[in-house]
């Protein structure tokens, strides 16, 4: 079990990296960091979003994702109904993507990644840019405790079984994606972007009480 927890943490690292990802350019200032501002400058934000990605009408402040996804995204008691007992913990950070955790049940293969996608600025307008073309699975989900969102996963013509990401847009400029890996018993038995969804809005019931929102 110790090899497929290896690949599927590469492929969760790929599909957060894939999300983050932009080709798009822009002459105006880069947005501020997590922390330093409530809201992003009318010019940080210029070009956001694109892509057709929607617009996030009532954006949390990056402060939100500022901590330690370990510890603020969510609980092991919340974890454990998703992935059962025991569970592995470990910082999953991407230089290019931003903090990520992954819990892991390495009994059943089972594994929960939540990342916060605050490197590349782009939020949703990335995903719809990079990912969807890429994407086997893409299903927009209009309201994640009031946040847009789509499910994806897999390549063209692909429908994983086993694998989901589910990305949330708190902002137009910044993300948190929710990736669920399924263990054997449960594949083809449940679908993994319903789960993943359920999981994504858990973390963002929790980022917006840590805004007071």
Request: glycine share 10%; aromatic share 4%.
């Amino acid at each position: 079990m110790i090899s497929r927890h290896v690949a599927v943490g590469v492929v969760v690292a790929l599909a957060a990296a894939m999300s983050a990802c932009t080709g798009k350019t822009t002459d105006s200032p880069n947005p501020p960091t997590p922390g330093t501002s409530a809201r992003p400058s009318s010019s940080a934000a210029a070009g956001l979003p694109f892509a057709g990605a929607p617009k996030v009408a009532n954006p949390l402040s990056a402060t939100v994702l500022s901590g330690d996804p370990c510890v603020d995204a969510l609980t092991p008691e919340q974890v454990r109904p998703i992935l059962g007992a025991p569970l592995k913990q470990s910082r999953d950070d991407l230089a290019a993507v931003g903090p990520a955790c992954t819990w892991a049940n390495l009994d059943r293969g089972s594994q929960l990644n939540v990342g916060y996608a605050t490197v590349a600025k782009t939020g949703l307008s990335g995903v719809y840019q990079n990912t969807k073309p890429q994407s086997g699975v893409w299903r927009p989900i209009a309201d994640v405790q009031g946040f847009p969102a789509v499910a994806h996963a897999g390549s063209p013509g692909q429908t994983p079984k086993d694998l989901c990401v589910v990305t949330v847009g708190l902002a137009d400029e910044f993300a948190v994606d929710v990736a669920v890996v399924l263990g054997s018993a449960k594949q083809g038995v449940v679908d993994p972007c319903g789960i993943a969804a359920d999981a994504a809005g858990t973390v963002t019931a929790t980022l917006k009480a840590k805004a007071g929102a």
